[in-house]
């Protein structure tokens, strides 16, 4: 493994001249990305060994800075529209509840092994001093790393909540698992849950919606930990019981695990965007929320069989309450939402796609569509193992094939007839718009017209008709 960390030009010509009056390191999770063989992408240094106003007059001539952290001993380094962090070493105390409750006191003198201990996890507590080009790892991070292991650095975590969900998405981004040790101190604190403001939960939900490599991980952090139970829909589906014929592969918590790797396997859902990842993940996380509290024993095809029914519908309402408690923009859920409640449309209904059935299905989407149901669709199909379907996975080719050929494959149908038409004809605005539209547009879905112009004969044809 090299052991040259490339940095920035511009960077190093900084570091340089911090070279004259401290020890610079760069610290944090750009050593841990470049470790791990990823990119860095944004480099935060620290620098023992000077005072704060020194700090300062050296990074003043590169570039504008930013002194709000004063009071923690930070400086952010503009340079050529890139900002940089750079720090002091400190220590930081317990001194209330909440993320507010820390004090924190710059220290120049701390020692690394000391100024890395206020670190959550060992991996995230290795430094890189880039004059030597080595590493400083007082806590063992980078066996850690290889290992492929989250361990707390020191006693110092249970102080704040929020690491344990910070584990949830690292291991989940990382693919790594939680140190024993690590998931006693988790254990031990779950009742602090409740000093987390919701907007740094959904920090943490939406880094593990956006950047997981193994989804599942984060979920069993969450059941080792205990932590589960803060989110009573996903604890829900632990132990809840499935037909072993259609899912061998455990309960429903267990497909669950298995459809978010799934998902994230797919080009699809690798070559997103943020924002599209989230949507997808958390729709796959949600998609059988509806099941513990309608799945129960019934005879089928002439034995007892574990079933669900209605489980998509009842899903809907539970995935909303779901992301509303993790602090979800109302802009996701609304788009989640639809996802769970249709989830199963491939399996039911006629045997082929209508025209019809598609306009309907994209309406009943909106503002979520075919193309995102579809990937939501194959998730699921791929969270059986070691159960393939090519029935089922034909069936959800079919109905994107369809979408695509009527062109609703990433929207809703749009009315073709619309108010100013009822008053080109001579109507006059009231309440009885209403009704004459929905019938327009119900006939429209049916496909009674594709047009504005054939829209506006049947409209002619409609008050005949009426007459």
Known sequence: ?????????????????????GQPRVVGGCVRDWLLGQEPKDFDLE?????????????????ATDVVGRS???????????????????RESKTGAGHRGFAVEPEPSLSDSEAAARRDFTVNAIAYDPFSETLIDPHGGERDLRARVL???????????????????FAARFDFTLAPETVAL??????????????????????????????????AVLQETGWLTHFPELAALVGTPQDPAWHPEGDVFTHTAFCCDALVRLDVWRDAEPPLRRTLLLAVLAHDFGKPGTTVQAEKRGSLRWVSP?????????????????????????IVRPLVVNHLAHHHGQSEFTDTSVRRLARRLAPATIDQLCTVMRADHDGRPPLHS????????????????????????HPFVLGRHLLALGKKPGPDFKPVLDAAFEAQLDGAFTDEAGG????????????
């Open 456 to 467: 506006t004969v049947w409209l002619k044809n409609y008050f005949i008709n009426q007459r």
């Open 47 to 63: 620098v023992p060994g000077v005072d704060f106003e020194t700090l300062h007059r050296v990074l003043a001539p590169f570039g």
């Open 310 to 334: 209605g489980h998509e519908a009842a899903g809907g309402p539970l995935a909303e309450t779901f992301l509303r408690r993790i602090g979800s923009p109302l802009e996701l859920i609304d």
């Open 390 to 413: 090519p029935e089922t996975l034909q069936r959800i080719e079919a109905l994107q094939q369809k979408a695509h050929a009527l062109a609703l494959q990433a929207t809703a149908p």
């Open 186 to 219: 988790c254990r031990s604190i779950k009742s602090s849950y409740a000093e987390l403001p919701v907007e740094r939960i959904w920090g943490e939900w939406a880094k593990w919606a956006e950047k997981s490599l193994a989804p599942s991980r984060g979920l």
């Open 1 to 21: 493994m090299t052991r040259s960390l490339q940095l920035p030009e511009a960077l190093v010509n900084v570091l340089q001249a911090l070279r004259r009056v």
């Open 151 to 169: 361990r707390h650095t020191s006693d110092a975590f249970t102080e704040d909540p929020l690491r344990v969900l910070r584990a949830f998405q």
């Open 72 to 90: 923690f001993g930070v400086i952010k380094l503009r340079i050529q529209g890139t900002e940089y962090d750079f720090s002091l070493p400190r």
